[in-house]
């Protein structure tokens, strides 16, 4: 299994942007397909984007256009560039690291929280 820790989350206006990180560790990063996701109070965990080791990727609707996901095979780390914030993207945004692409066998990070508000 691979170890995940997200940073970058924070207090931000709507419009404005933030960018989240999640190193891995523990294993060879480039087999995983890495993907971030979310999840409000009461509500089902969510794919907001994922990318391939080779770089595809794949973005939910509402955030085409706003969000860019990027990895750095060197680094270990995946990103999630999020610009023109709106308030209904405050939650909680996870990562996940999925070998193969394999959701059963994946794992996640503690989370991280966004929250956009004036």
């Known amino acids: 299994q691979v170890q995940l820790v997200e940073s970058g989350g924070g207090l931000v206006q709507p419009g404005g942007s933030l960018r989240l990180s999640c190193a891995a560790a523990?294993?060879?990063?480039?087999?995983?397909?890495m993907g971030w996701y979310r999840q409000a109070p009461g509500k089902q965990r969510e794919l907001v984007a994922a990318?391939?080791?080779?770089?595809?990727?794949h973005y939910a609707d509402y955030v085409k256009g706003r969000f860019t996901i990027s990895r750095d095979n060197a680094k270990n780390t995946v990103y999630l560039q999020m610009n023109s914030l709106k308030p209904e993207d405050t939650t909680v945004y996870y990562c996940?690291?999925?070998?193969?692409?394999?959701?059963?066998?994946?794992?996640w990070g503690q989370g991280t929280q966004v929250t956009v508000s004036s």
């Open positions: 990318i391939t080791s080779d770089g595809y990727t």
């Open positions: 523990g294993s060879i990063f480039s087999i995983y397909v």
């Open positions: 996940n690291a999925a070998p193969g692409g394999r959701l059963q066998e994946s794992s």
